[in-house]
Each structure stands twice: as C-alpha cells, then as structure tokens.
C-alpha cells in the first residue's frame, strides 16, 4: 500500500494531480485545499496518501498535511461518505471547520459540500459528535472556504482567471489569499487584479 508519495508535481488539475517519481506518474485524487497549496510543477513536494483498492482499479488521495488525511479517514467510516465525498467535504471545510461545525451542531455548515444533504449533514453530525474531540484541527496551511466553494464575485474572478489560462486549483488558492486580505465584499476588478499578482509572484519564485 502506498502511504507517501515525493516527486515531481506534473500537472495541477481539478480534483486531481499527478506526481512524477522516479519517472511513474502517479494519478493522486485531492482536495481543492490540498491542490491550493501544492507548489507549480515541475516543483518537488510531498504527499500523504491514502490507498483505496477495488475491483476494478486502484485509487490514490492525497493530503497535504496530515489533520487533513486523519479527518479522511473518520468522515469515510460514516455510511454514505465514500472517498470522493469525503474530499468534497474537505474542500469545503477545514479540519479547523468541521470541528467547529460538528461540535457546534452546525448541520447548514455541513451542507455547503457539495454532494451533502440535510440528511447526510444530520447523520455525520450524530456518527461524530463523540469523536470530534480527538480529532486534530489544521496547523498548516490555512485558506478560507470561499477559495474552494466560489460563489458570486469570487466564482466570476475564477472564470476570468481560468479563462486567462491558469488551472483551476491555483486560481482557487490566489482568490482565497486575495479574499483573506481584503475581505468577501472585494470588488471584481480589485479581485482579479490581485489574483494576478498573487500568480505572477508565485511563479516569479
């Protein structure tokens, strides 16, 4: 089973990304949150991953840090929550997040994942709320929600920006650190041109 993963990063792509080690490309299923904070290919960076196995094929996810994989595995224990959903969730909440929200009771919170129901919600609110405790919050990197569930002006600066050429993920990220700096009520303009510059900075180093 493969459990970590160093190489080359290929390509940043949505949902995915692919790592080159020792001339393997690995195909590695992530979060909006993880892809964000990977560095530009051809950049060297490292993954944690966990290894799902199927009848008929083999899928790696990957984490940027390790709170993020640990909630992975708890939310894929819940019925109902397989891998690709658990990864919806984390891209739209923090590990920071979901303790607040689970611990909180907070069920509309839970809903702003993708593919997660009031129904869903309420059931990972009851299977968690015992174990949200032990969990580990996300020292690392931390972006804001908006970065990874665009809505509104943000959504429109994406498109602009994904239009412009760049991959989705690492638009995603400038926006969540633009947003960060200047709060959600950044007009469009404002928020792209400093988008840009977050990207320009990036790749100048």
């Known amino acids: ?19 080159d080690v020792a001339g393997v490309g690995y195909l590695v299923h992530a979060s909006s949150r993880t892809l964000a904070a990977l560095p530009q290919p051809p950049a060297i960076a490292k993954l944690l991953v966990e290894t799902h196995v199927r009848e008929d094929a083999i899928q790696l996810f990957g984490f940027f840090e390790t709170a993020e994989r640990d909630w992975f595995r708890l939310l894929t224990t819940v019925q109902g929550v397989g891998p690709r959903l658990a990864l919806s969730i984390l891209s739209a909440l923090s590990p920071r997040d979901l303790i607040g929200a689970i611990a909180g009771r907070e069920q509309a919170s839970l809903t702003r994942a993708a593919g997660v129901g009031a129904r869903l919600a309420a059931r990972l609110l009851t299977e968690l709320k015992d174990k949200v405790s ?3 919050s996300s020292p690392g990197v931390s972006l804001p929600t908006v970065a990874y569930q665009p809505r509104g002006t943000a959504e429109d600066a994406l498109s602009a920006l994904v239009n412009l050429g760049y991959r989705r993920p690492e638009a995603q990220g400038a926006i969540g650190r633009v947003l960060e700096r200047l709060g959600e009520g950044a007009a469009l303009d404002a928020l792209i041109r400093e988008a840009l510059r977050e990207l320009s900075s990036r790749t100048a180093t």
């Open 1 to 19: 089973m493969i459990a970590q993963l160093t190489g080359h990063i290929e390509a940043l792509e949505d949902g995915r990304c692919i790592v």
């Open 134 to 136: 032990a969990m580990p």
